[in-house]
């Protein structure tokens, strides 16, 4: 248990609907960073939250959004899904945020496969 | 724009001996450079990193060296267990402004056999 809880572990869904992505960071954690893994794909950064506030952003598509919240926990919404949007959501958290290396030594959770039918 | 490549999926190696994993860049802001393994079934967990401005780096039996005029990086386990068979990723961070960011290679899957 590497302290970062993600739910659900499954989810199927249709085309079209919207689903969202839960995930609580590991305790003391302030950052939270989620990324999509596709078939035969990289982690690809969607985006990153520090102490409530967006970090920074990378491939997120306008109709995926996120926040994280006072208690620290984010969710991601994913909307109008498609069937490319079928993959493993992983949500990754840290101590800090910014230009130590301690930035990027990233806790993962056991992740979210969405599965668009 | 693939920066980070990880040119071979799978790699098969024998209990004892040395395993070497590659990584190509093409980004040449990425100031560190960091392995990941990941289980099935399990999210990735950190393994090793290295600065740019260092060649290599060590840790028990596994070691990261840095060719930064070939953009190039390897991770040598040594001896290889079976308890290493696993997809290991490599991942370069650039900084981008006051926030850093991560880009994952595509994973190199490594099965160590008896």
């Known amino acids: 248990d590497s302290g970062v809880t993600q739910t659900p572990k499954h989810l199927i869904t249709a085309t079209g609907q919207r689903v969202t992505l839960r995930c609580s960071p590991r305790?003391?954690?302030?950052?939270v960073y989620w990324y999509q893994q596709s078939l035969d794909q990289g982690l690809q950064f969607l985006i990153q939250y520090y102490n409530g506030e967006e970090r920074a952003k990378g491939n997120i598509l306008e109709r995926f959004s996120a926040q994280q919240f006072p208690d620290l926990h984010s969710e991601l919404n994913l909307s109008s899904l498609e069937l490319g949007d079928s993959a493993l959501y992983f949500c990754?958290?840290?101590?800090?945020?910014?230009?130590?290396?301690?930035?990027?030594?990233?806790?993962f959770g056991a992740g979210s496969r969405l599965t668009v039918l | 724009d693939q920066q980070v490549k990880q040119n071979s999926p799978s790699l098969s190696v024998q209990e004892g001996r040395i395993s070497i994993l590659n990584c190509d860049y093409t980004n040449s802001m990425f100031d560190y450079f960091l392995w990941y393994k990941k289980y099935p079934a399990e999210g990735p967990t950190f393994l090793i990193s290295i600065s740019s401005i260092k060649d290599k780096n060590e840790d028990g039996r596994f070691t990261v060296f840095l060719n930064k005029s070939a953009k190039h990086l390897s991770l040598h386990i040594v001896p290889s267990q079976p308890g290493d068979s696993a997809v290991y990723f490599c991942a370069a961070r650039a900084l981008t402004g006051t926030a850093s960011k991560l880009t994952f290679g595509t994973g190199t899957r490594l099965q160590v056999t008896l």
């Open positions: 305790s003391g954690d302030l950052s």
């Open positions: 990754a958290s840290s101590v800090v945020s910014g230009s130590g290396i301690g930035a990027n030594v990233l806790t």
